[in-house]
């Protein structure tokens, strides 16, 4: 399946898709069952031309489970759902199981771990603000057994049929992206940037738009640690940008006569091209 909008775009990265499947591509990457794993590092393999997937036992972190759609992981974390909210948060203090839990965990985890886990990774004020957070995430679970990633270019339009068009983009890129959603639309707010961690930004965001009349695009990758997390494998200086498969097919047939056949953009390339 080829894409306009990449053409158009010409963005370093080629575009990936996500698809629900019962069944898994030949020589997919895969995290073993119960190993830690960055759900980003799927998604970056497929960049690279390598398919991924993950199910209900090999989706690597808990976030991760949850951002692809294998339902409300955080129960299972150490201590509970009330141990992800002091993680999350502000760390054990003040939470009387706290000592006994990180003391448990503690010959599991790296040094670096085991400090955000006992000190919080500080990314939500408190464990009672995290709790909302967590209320408010479209958590779901998918009907098939495996998310699979995998090069745009190697989907079989007659065969399968994308979840979601995923596009890791440059700040340029990203603007091209954003004022294509909106294109023809008629209203202004097609793209939104939830709080939420990177794989909940390129997965339960986007089901949950893809459910709507109107689905919107889902910018993502502003999870610091997902940030760091794929850095080495991708670069810096890039959001995702992810597009239940209706808007990616909007956004494709408004390639043609838009602004990306116009100066401003043209002159947009040439600067990178040069730069």
């Not at 629900?20 to 998604?43: I, T």
């Not at 203090?93 to 003391?103: C, D, L, N, T, Y």
């Not at 790296?110 to 209320?135: L, S």
């Not at 794989?199 to 009349?213: F, H, K, L, M, V």
Request: glycine share 10%; aromatic share 10%; charged share 25%.
């Amino acid at each position: 399946m080829e894409s306009r909008i990449a053409q158009a775009i010409e963005t370093k990265h080629p575009p990936i898709a996500l698809i629900w499947s019962d069944e898994k591509p030949e020589g997919a990457m895969q995290f073993q069952e119960g190993r830690w794993g960055c759900v980003m590092w799927l998604a970056a393999s497929a960049v690279k031309g390598r398919p991924a997937v993950c199910d209900a036992k090999t989706f690597g972190c808990f976030g991760g489970g949850v951002g692809m759609g294998f339902g409300e992981r955080y129960k299972s974390f150490p201590g509970s759902e009330e141990g992800f909210c002091h993680f999350l948060s502000s760390g054990i203090e003040g939470w009387a199981e706290g000592p006994a839990v990180a003391e448990m965990v503690k010959p599991f985890l790296t040094g670096e771990a085991y400090d955000n886990f006992v000190h919080g990774e500080r990314y939500v004020k408190t464990p009672e603000d995290v709790k909302k957070f967590i209320r408010a995430l479209p958590i779901m679970q998918i009907p098939k057994r495996y998310v699979v990633f995998q090069p745009l270019a190697d989907v079989n339009a007659g065969k399968e049929t994308p979840q979601t068009v995923i596009f890791f983009a440059d700040p340029d890129e990203l603007s091209a992206l954003v004022v294509l959603a909106n294109y023809g639309r008629g209203s202004n707010e097609n793209a939104i940037i939830p709080y939420a961690a990177g794989c909940q930004t390129i997965g339960i965001y986007p089901y949950r738009e893809a459910e709507s009349d109107r689905p919107r695009a889902v910018v993502g990758l502003t999870d610091l640690s997902a940030r760091l997390s794929i850095r080495k494998q991708l670069g810096d200086n890039l959001l995702s940008f992810a597009m239940p498969f209706a808007l990616f097919k909007e956004m494709e047939a408004n390639v043609a006569g838009s602004f990306l056949q116009r100066h401003t953009w043209q002159e947009l390339l040439k600067a990178k091209k040069s730069a």
